[in-house]
């Protein structure tokens, strides 16, 4: 069922323009690579136009965000609006400093992605629900709550945040959930090193933008898919490592895995559950 | 024959000052250390100059392009050209916007590089030849012509360009052409692997420079080795592959494959053919 | 002895604010994780405030120093300072051109950095030490003394620096000291291929910040503990290497080995030896 999605992807080879940070870009665009897309990453606002122009989706991400940067974003999403191109926003960090919680809630006001992903903190962030959490960056793990706990606000959060913005939302932890507003999807792939490399979520913030614009027809389908894909990868290469293999190997191993990874192997290892999101609610 | 050309390089030492982008940087400088070669990143308009003055060579990569660093090439440029030190352009997305192509034919005008390497998109691009295909971003290889009429297309933008500039000018693709507008130089060494990771047209780019610094007396014949070397590389990566690995382990083993070159190794593995380019015109 | 202020990192996770050059962030930030730390590469003039107050440290790094990145790191200074964070200040390739040798000697007037870590010529010319040497960028090991007039050299720069700011002072080189201007501490853990990637200087200074931000209450021997951390780590790296591996894949080797580095290990491989300053100042 998901596997198709993945097949798209190498076929179509979309080129996904993403406007990221300088520390996980080489990954990003490798991993770009291995699922079949090709990277852009001119971040420039002269120049995001007519890149957004040639290529069939736009990631968003707010990594090492600017006043420049911040800018060619913008215009970058506008272009992508007109043009009926699909937006993938990574709010990385939202919540840790004034200006970034500024600057990811301007964006969102803005521009109209098509997918929001972020942790918990972020999510919860934009989707403006108070809680004690102090904000944490990703791959920082002290602040974040236990995880019962942590599931019923990421539903919370994330079902807030969807029918606010009209967004797919996807908040990964523990457990990923993905939803419409509606539909409530949970994807329990995955491995707990991906948080232990930088650039695991910008990763898969990227392969959704490629999933959803290989996949136009079905984008919830298109996002789980991505999202399951990046799990497995994670489990892949954990599978594959040694003793004395740490998390650069890791890192390695977890773009390999999306470069061999084919539709029927992700169909087979998909871990999905969906559920009507009022059920959940309650 | 070719092998003395990296002995040189691995005996000189060049420092290589590269402008480049932020997404390939790391591997750019790490495959400079693997040739030989040490590699210098500053790219501040403000300290460009200095740096060039320390530098053996300097290569201007237009990856992630801005105003800023576009300021600092020119100051660097106008260095090394003063300072009789060679440069090696790289037009990273020529024919993608309409700034990028105005700023890499800007860079043409005000500078004198020694060599231009790009592939046949961007080479086209700055030839002015027309023809029917849109510009693609590298990497992309949709709109990319057929083996045999790509062949055509790439040796007369080669010739073109390399008669316009004085620079010897380097089309890579199925098979890498050399030209200085005289004799023409067909490589095909390579794998097709070399297309599925970010940054290796970047650091070819970066190996050619440091090969021509190390080896100032033969230009032509210092191209042909580095373009061999990188080429080669691709090779001996592909062939240390399990059914496992991807292309991230490719990007390594790419690396770690000029970190164990030698001349001997270049000289045997080298597949080249030269011929003069008035034949292959007609 | 030195084990338990790894120990001390794992258990705190400290989150890591590094402002720092887009060739080597995604190593450092990889590194910070294998040590047990988190990392934060905020470099906006409007936001590192923010982020100061959520981490423990913060790492300054020149490498790709521009006018922007500069404004950013004597405003998280000072922040830092004001709420009694520990800063590591790494000034990459001071030396090499008038602006950055200027912008280092700037930081270090406005900032109270708690260590400073460089290589040789960094040092010196922060020490203010004449020498025949012409400034070298970090991996270019040409223009270097002899390695024993370059461990003078290194002892007389470090303990005059040290003196100077009141910053732990540590010079990387054949082996690496580490001095406060009283105590004088010298490791000789290390491999020689850490000069032959990118970024093991940048990784260093980082895991300084994360050793020394878990463990306030000993700052040299928590420096002392980082750099023998490091050096074994290289060791390490070096030992798994086959024959056709390169400084590919020692880099990740090299990550790896600090993933899997516990206390003991430290304890059992570290090469100190320690003298007061002034015997040796002799």
């Not at 990003?28 to 971040?43: I, K, Q, R």
């Not at 968003?60 to 993938?88: C, H, Q, W, Y």
């Not at 964006?107 to 999510?123: C, D, M, Q, W």
Request: glycine content about 8%; proline content about 3%.
């Amino acid at each position: 069922m998901y596997g198709k999605y993945l097949d798209n992807v190498r076929k179509m080879q979309p080129m996904i323009h993403s406007i990221t940070n300088y520390v996980t870009a080489n990954d990003v665009a490798n991993m770009l690579f291995a699922c079949g897309a090709a990277p852009c990453m001119a971040d420039d606002v002269n120049e995001v136009k007519d890149i957004v122009m040639l290529s069939s989706g736009l990631t968003v991400n707010l990594g090492t965000l600017n006043k420049d940067r911040f800018e060619a974003m913008v215009v970058a999403a506008t272009a992508a609006i007109r043009s009926g191109k699909p937006i993938v926003f990574d709010p990385v960090g939202a919540g840790s400093s004034e200006s970034r919680t500024a600057g990811a809630k301007q964006f969102l006001f803005l521009s109209k992605p098509t997918v929001i992903r972020g942790n918990l903190s972020e999510i919860k962030v934009l989707a403006e629900i108070q809680s004690s959490d102090r904000p944490v960056f990703r791959g920082l793990t002290r602040g974040v709550d236990s995880p019962i706990a942590g599931f019923r606000d990421s539903l919370q959060s994330a079902v807030t945040l969807a029918k606010k913005t009209g967004a797919i939302t996807v908040v990964t932890g523990e457990s990923d959930l993905i939803t419409d507003g509606k539909t409530l999807v949970c994807v329990s792939n995955g491995d707990p090193l991906l948080k232990k490399i930088t650039g695991s979520g910008c990763m898969m913030s990227a392969v959704i933008t490629a999933f959803i614009s290989a996949n136009p027809d079905n984008l919830l389908e298109a996002v789980t898919a991505a999202v399951c894909a990046i799990g497995i990868c994670g489990e892949t290469a954990r599978e594959r490592m040694t003793k004395e293999d740490g998390n650069a190997t890791f890192r390695n191993y977890f773009i390999d895995a999306m470069y061999n990874l084919d539709g029927d192997t992700l169909d087979s290892k998909a871990k999905v559950s969906i559920k009507g999101a009022q059920d959940e609610d309650k």
